[in-house]
């Protein structure tokens, strides 16, 4: 992605760090280095706003300090408590936040980077091309995003191509096979018909 970035363009970054969190820990027993990740993601381009969206559950697990750490990398943190309904079912999602914060601050932008592979945001992805004329990018796991998504923006990039972004304990090096060349090729294709610079 850092190869032909246009630096003029103007960027906004979203992170949702629950979809970030869970894949890095189902596919590597691992977590994400959020500040190489924002570094690879901006590639030189003007970036404009940073947002992370959390959901606090228990502070004693140290969330606080990874909170923390957030905020010293220049990260904005939208966030709300996990919800736990009486019949024991948990929810915490940003869908709809992340989605009206891409929206509001689209005018702004000439590109949203939605590091995310939920595809529930897919209506959101068409609505800022369509009807915003923006450049869309996602960067985020291949093997936990949706796979409309990976076709329908404008540029895909899979965290797992990604080098130092991946916090590796020595058990995660052992249990994670390594991918193909062939598929890291077609993983990192970029539809450059379809960006509008």
Do not use: C
């Amino acid at each position: 992605m850092a190869n032909g970035a246009n630096t003029e363009q103007r960027i906004g970054i979203f992170l949702d760090i629950q979809n970030l969190y869970h894949s890095a820990k189902n596919l590597h027993g691992s977590r994400v280095n959020y500040k190489e990740l924002i570094k690879y993601a901006a590639s030189g381009r003007k970036v404009v706003r940073i947002i992370a969206y959390v959901v606090a559950s228990d502070s004693q697990t140290g969330e606080d300090a990874f909170f923390g750490a957030l905020e010293k990398e220049g990260i904005e943190l939208r966030m709300k408590d996990l919800q736990v309904y009486p019949s024991g079912v948990k929810k915490a999602d940003w869908d709809v936040g992340m989605a009206v914060d891409a929206i509001r601050l689209a005018p702004s932008l000439d590109v949203v980077i939605l590091a995310t592979g939920d595809g529930d945001f897919m209506p959101l992805v068409e609505y800022l091309q369509i009807g915003m004329g923006k450049i869309v990018e996602v960067i985020a796991f291949s093997r936990t995003t949706s796979s409309k998504m990976k076709e329908g923006v404008n540029r895909f990039t899979d965290v797992d191509n990604i080098p130092k972004v991946i916090f590796r304990s020595g058990r995660s090096r052992r249990q994670s096979a390594p991918v193909p060349q062939q598929n890291r090729a077609a993983n990192q294709s970029v539809n450059k018909n379809k960006i509008k610079q």
